[in-house]
């Protein structure tokens, strides 16, 4: 299987490789790019120094790689990579995983010092992602008929969500 990867600078010393063996990952130009990189191991595990890797045949991930001693750590993921948020304070990346048939409904936290991930269970598919600059908080847009957002603390890890915010919108005078 053919691999698509795109390299993203995070924070000047770290960058992350998206391996989903499906068109689409994490793109800058939804082109793709010239590097590949197969996943293998799991969240919050393992990682190697220098081109080498352990590969699986999950289908979908990325790898973590700190570019000042090339630390790799692949991480597998239940579905595509897609899309990401940096925080302001380039501490954290977040990710959105989304496989429909799957029920797959994630948003991922990573540490950009530690490589550490961190799972947040989402109640509706998520589709927006952006960080809000000076609260230390991610907001989470979901398919969900009335509307739905999951604020999420990158500092504690707290989740709170908003919904049938879109009632008024139906509200007829």
Known sequence: MKMQSVVLTMAMTFAMIS????????????????????????????????????ATDTGFGYTMVRLEDGYRKPIDTAANPNP?????????????LRDDKASVRIAERISLTSFLVDDFPLGSPPNSIAALSGSHNVFVGQVYTDGRI??????????????GFALNGRIQQ
């Open 84 to 96: 990401f948020a940096i925080t302001p304070d380039s501490a954290y990346a977040f990710v959105l």
């Open 19 to 54: 391996g989903a063996c499906k068109s689409g990952g994490i793109t800058s130009s939804g082109a793709g790019g010239s590097s590949t990189a197969k996943s293998g191991g799991s969240s919050g595990s393992g990682g190697t120094t220098g081109q080498g890797s352990s």
């Open 150 to 163: 999951s604020f999420i603390d990158w500092m504690s890890g707290s989740v709170r969500t908003v919904t």
